[in-house]
T-cell receptor, first 114, second 110 residues
Framework: EAGVAQSPRYKIIEKRQSVAFWCNPI?????LYWYQQILGQGPKLLIQ????????DSQLPKDRFSAERLKGVDSTLKIQPAKLEDSAVYLC????????????FGPGTRLLVL | ELKVEQNPLFLSMQEGKNYTIYCNYS?????LYWYRQDPGKSLESLFV?????AVKQEGRLMASLDTKARLSTLHITAAVHDLSATYFC??????????FGKGTRLSVIA
């Protein structure tokens, strides 16, 4: 079974630029999560989708971050404009359903904002 | 607000020794997870603990849960170098988001 795929794996941008990350969850997984992991800390949930609907985006900085999962499969996370403090690893995870909590994480995208 | 605290945050231990990592959480929760993360890699699920008194073991790692004390432990037996990694505990209830601790960076030295 293929795991959660993410791209790109690494990205370096200058502050005020825009960046987008892509995630393809495990086939058949209805629930998709985006986490931000700052160096030396645990992951923090940014947004959670159930199929193509948002379940929780309470910790998403909506003035600069946006995410979508239009067809209920792939998802993109965008930052516009980026700030220095956005430097982090962005992890995508998926689970079978809301009632099946085991989450499978992708390899992450490491973002450096200069 | 649910908070999760791990200690220690850094642990250097000799091969062959035993040690325990602790995870405390602040509000009633019904699921506790342990994850392992190697440098530059993603998170690998180790254990899911669902009930008071639950104990799970895999190789040299054993996790337990005391929901009354809001405490989980991850016990390492006869450590080997391959166990060097960062270990996270995470907690949630129902469909609420996972809340992670800061992680324990374990280094096993010869």
């Amino acid at each position: 079974e293929a795991g959660v795929a993410q791209s790109p794996r690494y990205k370096i941008i200058e502050k005020r630029q825009s960046v987008a990350f892509w995630c393809n969850p495990i086939s058949g997984h209805a629930t998709l999560y985006w986490y931000q992991q700052i160096l030396g800390q645990g992951p923090k949930l940014l947004i959670q989708f159930q199929n193509n609907g948002v379940v929780d985006d309470s910790q998403l900085p909506k003035d600069r971050f946006s995410a979508e999962r239009l067809k209920g499969v792939d998802s993109t996370l965008k930052i516009q404009p980026a700030k220095l403090e956005d430097s982090a690893v962005y992890l995508c995870a998926s689970s079978l359903d809301l009632g099946r909590p085991a989450q499978y994480f992708g390899p992450g995208t490491r973002l450096l904002v200069l | 607000e649910l908070k999760v605290e791990q200690n220690p945050l850094f642990l250097s231990m000799q091969e062959g020794k035993n040690y325990t990592i602790y995870c405390n959480y602040s509000t009633t929760s019904d699921r506790l997870y342990w994850y392992r993360q190697d440098p530059g890699k993603s998170l690998e699920s180790l254990f899911v603990l669902l009930s008071n008194g639950a104990v799970k073991q895999e190789g040299r790692l054993m996790a337990s849960l005391d929901t009354k004390a809001r405490l989980s432990t991850l016990h390492i037996t006869a450590a080997v170098h391959d166990l060097s990694a960062t270990y996270f505990c995470a907690v949630n209830s129902g469909n609420t988001p996972l809340v992670f601790g800061k992680g324990t960076r374990l280094s096993v030295i010869a």
